[in-house]
Nanobody
Framework: QVQLVESGGGLVQAGGSLRLSCAASRSILSLNGMGWSRQAPGKQRELVATIGRGGSTSYADSVKGRFTIARDGAKNTVYLQMNSLKPEDTAVYYC????????WGQGTQVTVSS
């Protein structure tokens, strides 16, 4: 099992930046992968960014060039650096991890004002 705790959400103006953190309860390098998804009110959950065991990354088209996922194996933490934020990025952001099962954090709210 993996426990995940997100932090770093908040209120920011359009064009601003935020960095989300996801702290895992075990070595993230032993996981098959981790990532971030988000869910805006009235919308389906959307996969935002992923990082594989080998470090490969992928992004949703809507965030390419603006968001960066990274990890720190020593701290068992995955980050999501979000730049050039837009009001449509407003959502609850969830961290997830994949091993023999899938695990999710409790979510952190990101609100981007216009």
């Amino acid at each position: 099992q993996v426990q995940l705790v997100e932090s770093g959400g908040g209120l920011v103006q359009a064009g601003g930046s935020l960095r989300l953190s996801c702290a895992a309860s075990r070595s993230i390098l032993s996981l098959n992968g981790m990532g971030w998804s988000r869910q805006a009110p009235g919308k389906q959950r959307e996969l935002v960014a992923t990082i594989g065991r080998g470090g490969s990354t992928s992004y949703a088209d809507s965030v390419k060039g603006r968001f960066t996922i990274a990890r720190d194996g020593a701290k068992n933490t995955v980050y999501l650096q979000m730049n050039s934020l837009k009001p449509e990025d407003t959502a609850v952001y969830y961290c997830y991890a994949v091993t023999t099962g899938s695990y999710w954090g409790q979510g952190t709210q990101v609100t981007v004002s216009s």
